[in-house]
Every structure is written in structure tokens, then in C-alpha cells.
């Protein structure tokens, strides 16, 4: 149990346009769900929280309007990176809190993204 | 002076090894803390997951907190190559009286284990 899909797992897009990078929580419902960043042989920098139903919560100096994040429903949550610049490439985590279930947070597989 | 400590390493070990892997935090508000480990180009994976003081151990894997002296540790006994990866700390508090807060990532240690 507690899987949590991400994907794409790669993605490769031109500078100027968006992607979009989905989170599932497969086997359970996930009020709160969380979108990291991680560079090379660095740690997990938290990029914002989502609840489902309201606006997510940017963490100091991650730009709302160029991270969009939407929470849906209990087991969906999206990351939209609008007009990419090469300086966003990065490798994208979410991760997923099980309602009720405690502090445990499961984390999807990420995804690798490059802007040409 | 960061939330959670870890030293980077990278650590080396032979095979058959015990590894000690360990946090120090300052905030002592933390109660909830937990072990990942991250293969490369992957997602971090729940190892363990401990409430407050106290030691857990789950097959090769022991959790260790110390609350007192703010201090968490992770032991894998009988290491073996398939154990190489980034293993990250993390921790978390009740915020507002009941509602969960965010977790708090060490840096995490690279360990390989050869044969």
C-alpha cells in the first residue's frame, strides 16, 4: 500500500512553453500533499503544500504564479511550470500525506525535467 | 544554524558492515521522525518511521531518537551492495495544537556499501 504515481518521469520541453506534472496516491486519499525540489546531490527543498479543495502554500521565494499547483480531488495533485526557462531544470518530487494516518509521507517516483 | 543536521559523507563500507547513519536538530518542538532512502533518479522511499524517543527495528533496520540531546540515528546491520543510496532524515511537529506540519529533510548521506 501507499504508492504514489508521478509522471511523467521525463520530460524534455523547448524554453517559453509549460509542462505538467501530475501526483497520484493510488491506494489512499491524501488531504495534503507537498512539492519538493531537489538538485544534484542536495537535499528535498519544499516548494509548497497543497490541501485539496484550497490554494496551496508557496514556500519564501517560490514564485506561485510560475510553480501553479492544484488539488483537486483527494488523490490528485498537479504542478504546472509556466513559460520554462533552462534555469527550472531540475528533478521534481511530490509527495503525499495520508489522511488520518499521521505524520508518514509517501513520495512519488519524481520527475526529471529539462528546459532546451 | 539549519533545522536538521546530517553530514553528507559519503560514507564507504564493506559488505557485512554495521552503518550508523545520524541527525541532530535543533527545533524541540519535533516528534514525529522518520528515515528515507533515495536510490539515484528516484523518489525517497519510507524506511522507518518513529514517535518520539525510543528505538524501532525493522528487519536489518534500527531507529534510534534521543530527544534529549536532539539526536536520531538509523543502524543497518549486515549492510550489503543492494543498501547503496542517499539516506535522508526527517522530522515533524504538531502545529496549532493538532494539525501536521511539514517535514524537515537533513541533507542526507550517501552510502555505498562494496562488495
Known amino acids: 500500500g501507499a504508492v504514489v504515481s508521478q509522471h511523467p518521469s521525463r520530460v524534455i520541453c523547448k524554453s517559453g512553453t509549460s509542462v505538467k506534472i501530475e501526483c497520484r496516491s493510488l491506494d489512499f486519499q491524501a488531504t495534503t500533499m507537498f512539492w519538493y525540489r531537489q538538485f544534484p546531490k542536495q537535499s528535498l527543498m519544499l516548494m509548497a503544500t497543497s490541501n485539496e479543495g484550497s490554494k496551496a502554500t508557496y514556500e519564501q521565494g517560490v514564485e506561485k504564479d510560475k510553480f501553479l499547483i492544484n488539488h483537486a480531488s483527494l488523490t490528485l495533485s498537479t504542478l504546472t511550470v509556466t513559460s520554462a526557462h533552462p534555469e527550472d531544470s531540475s528533478f521534481y518530487i511530490c509527495?503525499?500525506?495520508?489522511?488520518?494516518?499521521?505524520?508518514?509521507?509517501?513520495f512519488g517516483q519524481g520527475t526529471r525535467l529539462t528546459v532546451v | 544554524q539549519k533545522e536538521v543536521e546530517q553530514d553528507p559523507g559519503p560514507l564507504s563500507v564493506p559488505e557485512g558492515a554495521i552503518v550508523s547513519l545520524n541527525c541532530t536538530y535543533s527545533?524541540?518542538?519535533?516528534?514525529?521522525f522518520m528515515w528515507y532512502r533515495q536510490y539515484s533518479r528516484k523518489g525517497p522511499e519510507l524506511l522507518m518511521y518513529?514517535?518520539?524517543?525510543g528505538n524501532k527495528e525493522d528487519g536489518r533496520f534500527t531507529a534510534q531518537v534521543d530527544k534529549s540531546s536532539k539526536y536520531i540515528s538509523l543502524f543497518i546491520r549486515d549492510s550489503q551492495p543492494s543498501d547503496s543510496a542517499t539516506y535522508l532524515c526527517a522530522m515533524s511537529a504538531l502545529i496549532r495544537g493538532s494539525t501536521l506540519g511539514r517535514l524537515y529533510f537533513g541533507r542526507g548521506t550517501q552510502l555505498t556499501v562494496w562488495p
Open positions: 518513529t514517535y518520539s524517543s
Open positions: 527545533n524541540s518542538a519535533f516528534q514525529y
Open positions: 509527495s503525499a500525506r495520508p489522511s488520518g494516518r499521521g505524520t508518514e509521507a509517501f
